[in-house]
């Protein structure tokens, strides 16, 4: 036998996590690849060179995920409504029961571990703002693999390197992938979407705007008068489905005389073209 034929085979953890999320994937896999000295293939999708120009990159990940012991999904605010990350939970789900893999759940701290959707409601999660957490996640790796230093593990590396989630740059492949919604709008299409919208959001503003007083139809708070749209917070406040309200504002408000005065990736304030009296 050559050399080759006696190195050990590493084991394999995948690290699961939505395109935005890369600041919180790559510090959990900096500190995994320093406690257990580079004894483990770390598979990340947004390391560099994590896939090879060229290379089929569906079947890239699904082979990943074949030969994974383990798997880490990264649960922040856009990843938990996104289909991939369910795709890769899925697709090592039945190894998991089997005892094959095993998944653990970490969450970024704006996460409300007790809101977990299912199946991840029946696993253990854990925080990553929490050290006692981080240090539970290690402690299960190493009893897993049968190697790695906790000693060399700190916590800080990683709480330290993940944003605020409410200054995360949400990339555009988050923001036009399709979002899983089972909200009371399920099936609607877009007319009737906007018939809700127009109905619960702009109505009322148009009501004041027209039949009370000037004072009161300077009042910023009110669309006419240019209050500033958040598209998510529409969409939630209104529980839609997410992406309603960025596709469809524009059209409901030339309804009403208004155009985009300021139109932003997350925001839109109108102007109204109308006189006041």
């Not at 199946?119 to 006692?132: E, I, N, T, V």
């Amino acid at each position: 036998m050559n050399s080759t034929e006696h190195q050990i085979k590493k084991p394999t953890l995948f690290i699961s996590h939505a395109t935005s999320d890369g600041e919180f994937a790559n510090a959990v896999k900096q500190e995994i690849e320093k406690v257990f000295a580079n004894g483990i293939n770390v598979f990340c999708t947004s390391s560099p060179g994590a896939i090879s120009i060229g290379v089929d990159w569906l079947s890239d990940i699904e082979q990943k995920l074949g030969v994974a012991q383990a798997v880490i999904a990264i649960i922040t605010p856009v990843s938990i409504e996104r289909p991939w990350l369910w795709f890769e939970i899925g697709a090592t789900w039945s190894k998991g029961r089997s005892g094959d893999c095993k998944i653990y759940p970490v969450c970024a701290p704006e996460i409300e571990l007790s809101n977990l959707p299912s199946p991840l409601d029946r696993l253990q999660a854990l925080s990553m703002g929490k050290a006692p957490d981080l240090k539970l996640l290690f402690d299960a790796l190493i009893t897993q693999f049968g190697f790695g230093k906790i000693s060399s593990f700190r916590a800080a590396n990683i709480t330290s390197r993940i944003p605020k989630y409410k200054n995360v740059k949400i990339v555009e492949t988050d923001l036009n992938e399709k979002i899983f919604y089972s909200g009371r709008y399920t099936g609607y299409g877009d007319e009737e979407l906007s018939e809700v919208i127009d109905t619960l959001l702009f109505q009322p503003d148009e009501k004041s705007f027209v039949n009370y007083s000037s004072m009161f139809r300077e009042r910023e708070d009110l669309i006419h008068n240019g209050k500033l749209l958040h598209f998510r917070e529409i969409d939630r406040q209104l529980d839609l489905p997410p992406g309603t309200a960025k596709r469809l504002l524009n059209g409901i408000a030339n309804r009403y005389g208004l155009k985009p005065e300021v139109e932003m990736e997350n925001l839109v304030r109108f102007k109204t073209s109308r006189r006041r009296n």
